[in-house]
């Protein structure tokens, strides 16, 4: 075991898991916060806020209010299980120790298909917002473009990709402190619809199958609070930073999901339209931006949505899924070269590659289609939330099984309660998304069972050398 990292800060809760530790760990609670809301955007809705108005009956606001309750039990089961195993890996890792290996894999598996997508739809967003802008580059070159800046940032270190956060996420929050301002004065003066909590309630439009089917479209802008806990090795602050990062950042994102989303709703001239027709263009929030404040705003809301999604959450969408490949490649259950970390920037070189090119491949392929981006939107939330299923059995078994805890709101209450609003959520989703994700479920069933047959058991490094730690607090016991 090489010592020279064991002395780094942190180190031990690695080591005593089986690990050594290999990436850096220089990134602070503060970090981590700043990756959190990034990887979920603070103007997400921007760039979906038409296909939510659509599908909630205009409720829009009323889809992330129940988007925020549902991802929050799921905040809540990750803070407990990021205590219990402060590593790599995120559900992937929660699941397999708190669950068995075997479920660990699939939990990978699944959550794959979120990881592993998002880059791609990401790009094509961004790209598409950009070529409407400047058609002189194809949609495939944005893709190309954005995936090579951001491969170069990370690739040279967390520390350059933290740096670049904090500069992208003060940017965001500049450009909708301008939209509320404006769309909060014009709506005083008159302008826009009028006043009203129909973003919340309107009764006339109003059941929770309508509702809980705009939630699966709508939790996109979610996606992002978990990958703060692919960072575990590299946060200096202690195991329990990852899980108020997560919480706090959950929080915060959807707050201001809620208040953009019912500001727009007040200013977008096409309602009705929108809820016949839908927006097929993407630009009902742009078109709500231009009435608060005139075209300058409608370009300003529109590039920012480009930047925000094809840069910062790009970029943190890269760097969370090489760290769950090498996670998974370092206990053998992904080939072996992914687990590989540069010597000196200390971050898993070979898997920040393969995120690069596929997210070039299926960008470029998904970009082609008419109904691309809304079928990878919806493979991403079906890999997200199906892997969410299992984090919260992981924290019922884990503590409440495992380590008998009688804390039952946070060890059984919450994640049970997570569990149900998030299987009625995938039950409303989208068919399509249904089929295809219940297929790559079952893909994922037949390698582990060649794993099986082969002698190749799920191992999750010393496992079964070292005992469980739980992380109980004594006052969870009685």
């Known amino acids: ?3 020279t990292h064991v002395e780094e800060p942190g180190a031990e809760d690695v080591e005593r898991f089986g690990y050594t530790q290999e990436l850096k760990r220089s990134l602070s609670t503060v970090d981590l916060l700043v990756y959190g809301l990034i990887f979920m955007v603070p103007i997400a809705p921007f760039g979906i806020f038409g296909f939510v108005y659509n599908g909630s009956g205009g409720m829009v606001a009323l889809a992330y209010v129940i988007g925020m309750v549902a991802m929050a039990f799921t905040a809540l089961s990750y803070a407990q299980m990021s205590k219990a195993f402060p590593m790599a890996g995120s559900v992937y890792s929660y699941a397999g120790r708190g669950l068995h290996p075997g479920a660990g894999f699939l939990a990978g598996w699944l959550i794959l298909l979120d990881y592993v997508l998002v880059p791609a739809l990401l790009y094509i967003i961004a790209a598409l917002a950009m070529n409407s802008f400047v058609g002189a580059i194809p949609v495939w070159g944005w893709i190309v473009l954005f995936v090579l800046v951001n491969t170069a940032v990370n690739y040279f270190g967390i520390e350059m990709t933290a ?13 909708l402190a301008i939209f509320l301002v404006i769309g909060a004065f014009a709506l005083a003066t008159g302008a826009g619809n009028g006043f009203s909590f129909d973003a919340f309630y309107n009764p006339d439009t109003f059941s929770v199958g309508l509702v809980f089917s705009a939630v699966s479209v709508a939790v996109l802008s979610f996606l992002g609070f978990d990958g703060i806990s692919t960072l575990a090795e590299e946060n200096s602050d202690g195991a ?14 959807g707050v201001l ?6 500001v727009a709703s007040m200013l977008v001239p096409n309602g009705a339209q929108l809820l016949s027709e839908g927006d097929a263009n993407g630009t009902a929030f742009y078109d709500a931006a231009e009435v608060a404040g005139g075209e300058w705003l409608s370009v300003l809301t529109a590039v920012a949505t480009a930047i925000a999604w094809g840069f910062a959450n790009a970029l943190v969408a890269q760097a969370a899924t090489s760290r769950l490949l090498f996670s998974m490649a370092r206990d053998r259950q992904l080939p072996r070269f992914l687990a590989k970390v540069h010597p000196s920037h200390r971050v ?10 596929v997210s070039i491949v299926f960008g470029v392929y998904f ?17 997200a939330l199906t892997a969410f299923l299992l984090l919260h059995v992981s924290v019922i078994a884990h503590y409440l099984v495992r380590e008998r805890s009688r804390d039952l709101w946070r060890h059984l ?11 009625y959520v995938i039950i409303q989703a989208n068919v399509a998304a249904q089929r295809i994700g219940l297929l790559w479920l079952a893909l994922g069933v037949g390698v582990l069972v060649a794993f099986y047959a082969t002698g190749r058991a799920p191992r999750l490094g010393a496992l079964d050398a070292v005992a469980p730690e739980g992380h109980v607090d004594e006052g969870s016991r009685r």
Do not use: C, H, Y
Request: aromatic share 6%.
């Open 1 to 3: 075991m090489d010592k």
């Open 163 to 175: 740096r670049v956060n904090r500069i992208m996420l003060v940017a965001e929050l500049v450009v």
């Open 240 to 253: 329990r930073a990852v899980g108020r990062a997560t919480l706090a950042a959950l929080a915060l994102a």
């Open 257 to 262: 999901f809620i208040v953009q989303t019912w």
């Open 348 to 357: 898993p070189e070979n898997a920040t590659f393969l995120v690069a090119g």
């Open 367 to 383: 970009a082609s289609r008419a109904d691309g981006a809304t079928l990878l939107t919806t493979l991403v939330n079906f890999g």
């Open 413 to 423: 209450v919450a994640p049970a309660l997570g569990f149900l609003i998030i299987g």
